[in-house]
């Protein structure tokens, strides 16, 4: 009798969350609705509709509201938000006159218009969704090689936002690009960059059987493509229906069906992995190579160092032949060897010039046939199912059939997710776009919007910012300077203990939350600080200088840690499990999984390394020699301009004044060497403080 009760708790939350589907249709599975704005109270300081549904809010709960930001706190927060980098002390004082105590919302607006025309904005949102798309130089997992070519698929996500492309045909190039009509070669060799979307996730390339490979690597298509589109967890129904969510193990196997039947191209050595694959050649469609051609030496060493290598592997296999025996080590380091030439020689043409490979896929020429595996398992396959979608997201009528003549499906997905009558698309990206500006999303779980997420703390304005997204025709950047542009983006973050007690976790908005800048940012700030920044966009793959081959074999760490360049950090080698130092004490994501919202950590390794790191050691340095350049009367202005965005105030110039003084006392030599020494100790104080990686 107990282990019947129990059975039956444990069945309780699908039965419950089917019943509940059967009765009503659960919030984020209905059309977003149009809803008049919100009558307030206080008339006076809304800026728009999204301020009168934050303020019908807050008024209902009894809050007022905060006060606004100061001119300069609001200028840094843009620059950051927007670009990710700190704005120039003389910048900053242009901006802060322009804008002016009132908060001037024309200068303002001239500010955002002109931050996202930057091509910085790309690459700080850019980021943002390569960390979505779980992006990566390599495959992780078992046996982690190394992408050679996915730097393509990143380029192409920051490009597109910076040209804000429509979100609907963001979309549709991503999943379908290769089966999308086009112009041009160009344009076809673009659009399979874009399915990179579904080629960089992880895979387990050491797996011996293959049928358990591709079973995983449709798996991660799946979960990916939902999760970063739809918010919903479709993978939990791989072996059983979904234990929350209303989507039965069917609707797994109709979305397999359309993955199965697509062939992904990501390209790795056969003898370093069990689970190979070829690229796709775009040579001469107009895609930057991201290699030099050979000279006629190279060349001839390249054909020479590939035949040697044959030789040698023909002489150990007559060797093992004959009867003689050869180790392990030796018979698979003469196979790498042989292995990695070849594909190296292949990857030129007969006069040494480089061919275009890119990473992507293709519908399969002879389609597979798809059925329901019995608890997932591969021996146990149960009825046959056709290309299809969700039928949670169809809950007036039946879910649309695939009737496909040709084709895997892909195309039809694509559209299926990018309609705007798809009731769930147009809310999340507008949700993931809340979450990047205001430190978490209206659904506070932005990647899950299934029954086991968070509900959003204000539904009729999700809603309002979906179909707003939709009315624009797709376009991000009006929806993120809608948003920037309102009172509740421009409130200041200052603390309020009574406000505090009614709302801690701030669901309400009644201040601007402080935000700790994501790892690239805190990177990059310090170059820009420095003066070192290299904004150029590297003409070559940085990870082409660890090699190819597996992480550990072919391929070493440190070798691929100790990759740097003065470039913005989106461009990093970003190899899963070998992240640079700094993105990993700053809980830059591993890229295994979306990661639509980032982990914030507060750990005593990070003051360490900023106090000890070499790198941080070189942009205090070069910070001083800026500031050495300046009268003594200028260095402490610029300096807190630079780094905090604001001047110092009174004791802050008497302490530096005293810190200065007394590291010069200290130090022998040449007085200019200490008067150095003391600005580059000063520098690398303020790039070690709390302030300077924190937006208030």
């Known amino acids: 009798m107990k282990r019947l009760l129990l059975l039956t708790l444990l069945a309780a939350p699908t039965c419950l969350a089917q019943q509940s589907a059967k009765k009503e249709v659960f919030w984020s599975f209905r059309p ?5 704005s919100p009558v307030v109270k206080n008339t006076e300081w809304p800026l728009g509709t999204v301020d009168r549904f934050i303020l019908a809010a807050q008024e209902k709960k009894g809050l007022s509201q905060s006060k606004a930001a100061e001119p300069r706190v609001l200028v840094r927060r843009l620059f950051f938000a927007l670009c990710g980098l700190p704005p120039a002390a003389d910048v ?28 910085r904005f790309g690459e700080h949102w850019g980021q943002h969704w390569l960390d979505v798309a779980r992006f990566a ?35 549709r190039e991503q999943i379908a690009g290769d089966l999308l009509p086009i112009s041009s070669d160009k344009e076809w060799a673009q659009n399979l960059v874009a399915t990179g979307f579904l080629a960089v996730g992880q895979k387990l390339v050491g797996e011996v059987e293959d049928r358990k490979f591709f079973a995983d690597l449709v798996d991660e298509q799946i979960d990916a493509t939902t999760r970063a589109f739809l918010g919903l967890t479709v993978s939990c129904a791989r072996c059983h229906d979904h234990k929350t969510d209303p989507i039965p193990q069917a609707d797994y196997y109709a979305l397999a069906a359309i993955f199965r039947n697509t062939e992904t191209h990501y390209g790795l050595i056969k003898a370093q992995s069990r689970q190979y694959s070829t690229l796709l050649d775009v040579t001469g469609m107009g895609l ?9 030496q190279q060349l001839a060493d390249m054909k020479a160092e590939r035949e040697a290598a044959a030789q040698k592997m ?18 698979r380091r003469s196979r790498t060897q042989r292995d990695e030439s070849e594909a190296l020689m292949q990857s030129y043409d007969a006069q040494g010039n480089p061919l275009t490979f890119v990473m992507g896929v293709q519908d399969r020429d002879a389609p597979l046939e798809t059925r329901i595996l019995e608890r997932g398992e591969l021996d146990k396959p149960g009825a046959p199912v056709t290309p299809g979608f969700l039928h949670a997201l169809h809950p ?10 040709e084709g895997s499906g892909r195309l039809q997905l694509a559209d299926w997710l990018a309609s705007p009558r798809n009731p769930l698309t147009a809310r999340v990206i507008a949700n993931r776009a809340w979450h990047w500006l205001f430190g978490q999303g209206l659904v506070r779980t932005v990647d899950d919007f299934g029954f086991t997420g968070d509900k959003p703390t204000h539904p009729e304005l999700l809603d309002f910012l979906a179909l707003r997204l939709i009315e624009h025709k797709g376009s991000l950047k009006s929806l993120i300077r809608e948003l920037v542009l ?11 203990a009574d406000k505090f007690d009614h709302d801690p976790d701030n669901l309400l908005l009644w201040r601007m939350s402080p935000r700790r800048l994501e790892a690239e940012a805190v990177r990059d700030a310090m170059l820009a600080v420095s003066g070192k920044l290299d904004l150029a966009r590297p003409a070559k793959p940085l ?8 992480v550990g074999q072919a391929v070493f760490e440190p070798e691929i840690r100790k990759i740097e360049a003065p470039v913005r950090s989106v461009y990093l080698p970003r190899v899963r499990s070998v992240l640079p130092e700094m993105m990993e004490l700053y809980d830059a994501p591993d890229a295994s999984n979306v990661m639509g919202a980032r982990e914030t950590t507060t750990v005593p390794l990070q003051a360490l390394h900023a106090l000890n790191s070499a790198f941080v050691r070189q942009q205090a340095e070069a910070f001083a020699d800026r500031l050495g350049k300046l009268t003594v009367f200028e260095q402490l202005d610029h300096a807190w301009l630079s780094t905090f965005g604001r001047p110092p105030i009174a004791k802050e110039r008497e302490l530096a004044n005293a810190f200065s003084f007394e590291i010069e006392a200290s130090l022998e030599g040449p007085r200019t060497q200490s008067q150095r020494e003391a600005l580059i100790t000063l520098a690398q104080s303020l790039l070690c403080a709390a302030e300077f990686v924190v937006v208030d």
């Open 137 to 171: 130089e390599s495959t992780g997992g078992d046996a982690n090689g190394i992408h050679l070519h996915a730097w393509r698929y990143r380029d192409y996500v920051i490009d597109n936002l910076n040209a804000d492309k429509p979100f609907d045909r963001f979309i």
């Open 32 to 36: 977003p609705a149009t809803v008049s």
């Open 314 to 331: 023909d002489d150990i296999m007559r060797t093992i032949r004959g009867g003689d025996g050869v180790t392990r080590a030796m018979l």
């Open 288 to 296: 930057p190579v991201g290699r030099d051609a050979l000279t006629a």
């Open 92 to 119: 900053m004082e242009h901006w802060n006159r322009e804008i002016g105590p009132e908060l001037n919302q024309t200068a303002i607006a001239a500010l955002v218009d002109s931050l996202l025309k930057s091509p």
């Open 486 to 496: 309102t009172r509740t983006w421009q409130q200041a973050s200052s603390f309020d």
């Open 543 to 550: 990870i082409a200088a660890a090699g190819e081959g597996t």
């Open 396 to 405: 007036q009528s039946s879910p649309p059939v695939l009737r496909l003549r």
